[in-house]
């Protein structure tokens, strides 16, 4: 039973850990950072237009949305995406979570 526990606990700890290739700092209490999608930096070219999109969770008992790089790049009117970022906001200990992803290009 302890072993099971223990494995619950680190399982649960690692989720989450392969959301982008960096990840910046996450409070407990609240959080509100933003990082890149990708780890292509050379040359990078942010185009002309931005177009976003989310997903939320409350309670972590419902979540919602389309984050999707597909649906960011319509709602910027964009057809060549050139660079992605996201933005996380977590709220006392996941009560209200918000995720969204930024694509530029043109």
């Given at each position: 039973?302890?072993?099971?526990?223990?494995?619950?606990?680190i399982?649960?700890?690692l989720?989450?850990?392969?959301?982008?290739?960096?990840?910046?700092?996450?409070?407990?209490?609240?959080?509100?950072?933003?990082?890149?999608l990708?780890?292509?930096y050379n040359?990078?070219?942010?185009?002309?237009?931005v177009?976003?999109?989310?997903t939320?969770?409350?309670?972590?008992?419902?979540?919602?949305?389309?984050?999707?790089?597909?649906?960011?790049?319509?709602?910027?009117?964009?057809?060549?995406?050139?660079?992605?970022d996201?933005?996380?906001?977590?709220v006392?200990?996941?009560?209200f979570?918000?995720?969204?992803v930024?694509v530029?290009?043109?």
């Amino acid at each position: 039973m302890k072993k099971l526990l223990i494995s619950a606990i680190i399982a649960l700890g690692l989720t989450g850990c392969t959301t982008a290739p960096f990840q910046p700092s996450e409070g407990i209490m609240y959080t509100d950072t933003k990082a890149p999608l990708q780890i292509e930096y050379n040359n990078t070219d942010l185009g002309h237009k931005v177009g976003s999109a989310y997903t939320i969770s409350v309670l972590g008992l419902v979540a919602a949305g389309d984050c999707s790089i597909q649906a960011a790049a319509r709602d910027g009117n964009i057809k060549t995406i050139k660079h992605a970022d996201y933005e996380f906001t977590n709220v006392l200990f996941g009560i209200f979570t918000k995720t969204t992803v930024y694509v530029y290009g043109d």
